[in-house]
């Protein structure tokens, strides 16, 4: 097989894994952190992926990364969700505990600081 047969085949992989996941381009596109229009370059082999490249792919599709180069079919298994957004008490707590790590404090001090952090920002 060729590197331009393989090309075609991951592309058409991709795409079928992609609609029977139920997915847009744009969501699985966001999941593995690339653009939509990389994505749509690669469903149409206009460009060669890397393998970090198929393998965030296959983690955002739920799949091991030897389906996106296989013709054959497969189960698809639900993709997983985009992660949440950090909420602001949640960075200003993971904030105070690097810094409270960096200046050696105690881990009685570092809880102290992340209450405070939740219960101030529960407030607005």
């Known amino acids: 097989m060729s590197a331009e047969d393989i090309q075609v ?11 029977a996941a139920g997915l847009s381009q744009e969501t699985l596109a966001s999941s593995a952190r690339m653009t939509r229009a990389y994505l749509s370059e690669l469903e149409n082999a206009r460009k060669v992926a890397s393998i970090q490249t198929v393998s965030r792919l296959a983690r955002a ?17 639900k ?25 050696k404090a105690d881990a ?17």
Do not use: H
């Open 9 to 19: 085949v991951f592309g058409r992989r991709l795409r079928e894994l992609r609609t």
């Open 61 to 77: 599709l739920g799949v091991d990364a030897s389906l996106l180069l296989t013709g054959g079919a497969a189960p698809v298994a």
């Open 79 to 103: 993709p997983n969700p985009p992660p949440r957004a950090e909420t602001p008490a949640e960075k200003l707590a993971r904030r105070i505990a690097r810094l409270a790590q960096d200046t």
């Open 108 to 124: 009685r001090s570092i809880k102290g600081f992340e209450t405070i952090a939740k219960v101030y920002f529960r407030k607005r």
